[in-house]
């Protein structure tokens, strides 16, 4: 009897359940689309694969929605028509009929804490690649439709006449670079080489000009060739919500893992790399006759430099005000001047964040010299790709970045700086928090799907009992008086995780609050149970 009892009321718990649940969750994953049909314009072949991505995504918060109103209904139905009136008289107690409700919320709770810690951030992870490893046609399938491409970041904007994807090329290319608190600059060129790498967390598009002519603020400068590289983010896999467990301890032991931190520590380490060239080119002024030495990336030309004075500037560069002498030597042809180059101003610019990226020198109007009979005067002297002296780059790769950015005295390093600037204080002091509010938000995380997940037994249990003590109502009353406890305990959640996030107060606190709703509804879900039973 027993038996047939538990099936009956299992079998009407999982037809509501499943109902309830595939509806929910068709509606919450046609939702998740609409972000990345904006960020990245899908197609709908794709739509139709990252629909089936995104549902075991929602799944973390449909099956405890679920599963209340499963019981909630069933459980209300089952009083309403008099059936637990029937069993009690027959000798059957309440803790009988409310074992099929348990064995739902245990199966809902270990689904939940399986889907938060494991299933969701791999479907997260997998719709994000499968979407980013289509960059390639995401790009031009934009500037075909918009004649434009925002590449992430919003630093760069992308127009081209034709785009050609077959041999992944843009025809007559316009890119416009939006630099902070300075007018645009813009880069021409007839045509553009498109090179995506594809990598796991996040792919890097490079769109490398031909024949190019960069328009900066005085003058147009023939550039040759030169490349303009962005990394595309992740739309979702990069919020420390959506990172499985073994994720989560990797940014714990290794924070330069998660890409906001790591985007952040590259702004510092260049700041921190212009402020080290300016101090050692602020030695080299001291002594007389001393040059500052560049070497070009294939080692074949060394650059030494001498200044009158520099100032440092905005978005990444030194100003250099003269007298300014550039000897450019053969290193191996015992350093035999190529060339002299003497000039009143210049600029040396970082040209990117990125670790691989160098140094280039720009020389305004400057008057060269290669021998006593053969000299003249240039518009411009642009000398691109750099690499950084190895005393600037001491301590700025990984793993050493973080120790040496975060640090507050740069007296002992190998470039001494007796003077860091407020910019490069402001952006470490952003690091340092943000460290600390990555540690928090992991600790955080943690819990809050501790506490979700294992808050859908009590939570359940309470759907059961207020759908008995609502039976006289409308059959959704009792559902509706559930979804209280719920946001109750979501309330508790999220208050905790902005305490977490508040430097202010201790972080224990926001787990404190977290388990405290639990506990809350656990004592809830007891005290109806001992009503009910009473009945």
């Given amino acids: 009897m027993f038996f047939l009892l538990h099936r009956y009321l299992l079998k009407e718990l999982l037809r509501v359940f499943l109902l309830a649940t ?9 939702g998740l689309l609409v972000p990345m049909i904006k960020e990245y314009g899908v197609s709908p072949q794709q739509m139709l694969s990252l629909i089936g991505d995104f549902c ?17 209904i069933t459980y209300g139905r089952f009083a309403a028509d008099r059936e637990l009136d029937a069993c009690r008289a027959s000798g059957i107690h309440f803790r009988t009929l409310l074992l099929p409700g348990l064995s739902l919320a245990l199966a809902s709770a270990l689904a939940n804490l399986l889907l938060s810690f494991y299933i969701t951030p791999a479907f997260v992870h997998r719709s994000e690649y499968r979407v980013q490893a289509d960059a390639k046609q995401i790009l031009f399938r934009n500037i075909q439709r918009k004649g434009f491409w925002d590449l992430p970041g919003g630093r760069f904007k992308i127009y081209a006449e034709q785009a050609l994807p077959a041999e992944n090329l843009l025809l007559d290319v316009v890119i416009l670079e939006l630099q902070k608190d300075k007018s645009p600059r813009m880069i021409t060129s007839r045509n553009a080489l498109v ?22 603020e005085e003058q147009p400068v023939h550039v040759g060739t030169i490349g303009v590289s962005r990394r595309v983010p992740p739309l979702l896999s990069e919020k420390i919500k959506f990172q499985k467990i073994e994720q989560l301890k990797q940014i714990q032991a290794d924070k330069l893992r998660f890409g ?29 006759n001393e040059y500052l030495r560049l070497r070009s990336a294939d080692g074949g030309r060394e650059y030494l430099l001498r200044v009158g004075g520099f100032q440092l500037g905005q978005a990444r560069r030194i100003e250099l005000t003269g007298p300014i002498r550039l000897l450019e030597v053969h290193p191996y042809q015992n350093n035999e001047i190529y060339c002299r180059y003497d000039c009143k101003r210049g600029q040396i610019l970082l040209e990117d964040d990125r670790i691989d990226r160098g140094l280039e020198l720009i020389l305004q109007t400057p008057q060269w010299q290669r021998s006593p009979s053969v000299k ?28 040496t950015l975060t640090q507050t005295d740069f007296s002992g390093d190998r470039i001494a700086l007796p003077n860091p600037s407020e ?6 002091e952003r690091l340092r928090k943000e460290l600390i509010k990555v540690d928090n938000q992991v600790i955080c995380e943690l819990h809050s799907r501790l ?20 039976r006289g109502g409308h059959i959704l009353s009792a559902f509706g008086a559930s979804m209280i406890p719920a946001a109750v305990l979501m309330v508790f959640i999220l208050s905790g995780k902005q305490l977490t996030r508040n430097s202010a107060v201790p972080t224990e606190a926001g787990i404190a609050v977290m388990w405290g709703g639990l506990a809350l509804l656990m004592v809830l879900a007891w005290l109806l149970y001992r009503k009910i039973s009473r009945v």
């Fill in 195 to 216: 090179d995506i790498e594809t990598h796991r967390a996040h792919h890097l598009v490079s769109v490398i000009t031909e024949d190019t002519i960069r328009f900066d």
């Fill in 22 to 30: 595939v509806a929910l969750m068709l509606i919450l994953s046609i």
């Fill in 56 to 72: 075991p995504i929602t799944l973390t918060f449909v099956i405890p929605i679920g599963a209340l109103f499963a019981a909630a």
């Fill in 423 to 428: 910019v490069l204080r402001s952006l470490q």
């Fill in 451 to 470: 506490v979700f997940g294992l808050g859908c037994v009590p939570l359940i249990l309470t759907g059961i009992c207020l759908g008995i003590l609502f």
């Fill in 260 to 288: 906001p931190i790591y985007d952040l520590a590259l702004t510092v380490r260049a700041q921190l790399a212009l402020e080290r060239l300016a101090e050692q080119l602020r030695e080299a002024m001291e002594q007389p």
């Fill in 376 to 403: 003249g005067t240039a518009l411009q002297k642009v000398i691109p790709n750099l690499p950084l002296p190895a005393p600037v780059v001491d301590g700025l790769t990984p793993p050493e970045l973080l120790g």
